[in-house]
């Protein structure tokens, strides 16, 4: 079955009420980092903080009443399953969810809180797929692909329709890509109501079925490896969401997870939004320079969920400031006695750098019992401050004997 313009324009109908039709900002702050006016679609709003919302409720809401009555299950790495807890919940549906053993805690838990019935299996969601069919057979539940499902596609693109109504005249926008429904929803909407704007996806580096399966020309099976972008860490792309994408898509392109990480905090910073890895990759393609046709043109970058682990959120803050060049680690070497440290610090004061943390090594520091190696991790302005760090520390006669070099995902970077 094939999804058309007129199911997206029925789906956004169906849907008015149930989900909430988010904001398409403009970001001043981010227009001016990267050069080109820069729209904000702040899907990590919706009520179980992703675009997941739009499709699961449109499949729910085209359901027998048999179906209904038996209820749904589905695979799912979290923002899948929440959004069918949620309006299962709303429209008295009951909801079974098959979580892969990655799947955060967190969603874990709120798909409980929501009245679903969460089950653990798989390392990933192919795996975790296999037990969900088995209920299908042994339940006969209705089962709810994430992505691949007509109806879950012609949901997803009802984002498309909106975010021309709020953004006329926008030449591009940057959509992340997992299983590609969203990219094929929103792709055939905004194809079949404005052809010349662009579509453009972004997948992580380590899970890149995407674009592999645009380069095999059929959808392919990709190795995956742990991402920041972990809603996005599909083994292979759905089929019928792959045959839409292919026609509707401009381009394709990669991230690193250092870019990832950035593009979180710069979110964070500049547009007091918490958004997960997977929502920020448009932004970390930006910052990356893997897009810079765009320049000084409109573009729209879909924040498509907010569920980042608390837990893992710290850590990737702390590794964007290390990519940004604003956190430095070096290894220096000190006299072993009163004062040696003082120095040490009174220099990194000196250079206007901040401590974080100190760390001693005497037992694996070398013969000379008279020294000490001390890591120092510092907070610096960037990357540039870190090199007049460094000067300073060699004009005060202390010996640095290693150091680590910033993250290569600056602006302008790979």
Do not use: W
């Amino acid at each position: 079955m094939n999804v058309t313009l007129a199911d997206i324009v029925a789906a956004r109908q169906r849907l008015r009420g149930g989900i909430y039709e988010t904001p398409c900002r403009e970001s001043a702050a981010l227009s001016e980092l990267l050069g080109c006016r820069i729209y904000c679609k702040l899907e990590y709003l919706q009520r179980t903080g992703s675009f997941k919302e739009r499709g699961a409720r449109n499949a729910l809401l085209q359901l027998p009443p048999d179906q209904r009555k038996r209820g749904v299950i589905a695979a799912s790495a979290g923002n899948h399953a929440l959004a069918l807890a949620f309006h299962g919940r709303d429209l008295g549906i009951a909801v079974t969810v098959v979580m892969p053993q990655m799947a955060p805690l967190i969603k874990q838990t709120r798909c409980r809180s929501l009245g679903a019935k969460v089950l653990i299996a798989g390392e990933n969601i192919a795996e975790a797929k296999e037990t969900a069919d088995s209920f299908v057979e042994s339940e006969g539940l209705t089962y709810i692909h994430g992505f691949d499902g007509a109806e879950v596609i012609a949901g997803q693109g009802t984002m498309g329709l909106e975010i021309l109504d709020q953004v006329p005249d926008a030449d591009a926008i940057v959509v992340p890509v997992g299983g590609a429904g969203l990219i094929a929803g929103l792709g055939r909407a905004v194809k079949g109501m404005s052809p010349h704007v662009q579509v453009i996806g972004v997948e992580p580096d380590r899970a890149r079925s995407f674009f592999d399966s645009l380069a095999a020309g059929r959808p392919v099976r990709s190795t995956l490896l742990p991402t920041l972008a972990d809603g996005l860490a599909v083994p292979q792309v759905g089929d019928r969401a792959f045959r839409i994408a292919q026609e509707v898509v401009d381009k394709a392109v990669l991230v690193g997870e250092e870019s990832i990480a950035l593009a979180i905090l710069r979110l964070i910073e500049l547009e007091k939004g918490v958004v997960e890895g997977g929502g920020a990759v448009p932004l970390a393609a930006m910052l990356a320079g893997k897009l810079p046709e765009l320049a000084g043109k409109r573009v729209v970058l879909v924040l498509c969920g907010g569920n980042i682990d608390p837990t893992v959120l710290g850590r990737v803050i702390d590794h964007g400031l290390v990519a940004d060049g604003r956190v430095t680690q070096f290894t220096a070497v000190i006299p072993d006695r009163p004062g040696g440290l003082a120095s040490l610090t009174a220099a990194i004061a000196k250079a206007g750098g901040s401590v974080r943390e100190i760390n001693h090594e005497r037992a694996f520091a070398g013969a000379d019992v008279s020294t000490v190696q001390v890591v120092c991790t510092v907070e610096v302005r960037d990357v540039q401050h870190i090199e007049e760090l460094h000067a300073l520390l060699e004009r005060s006669g202390i010996r640095v004997i290693s150091r680590t070099s910033p993250l290569s995902c600056v602006i302008g970077g790979s």
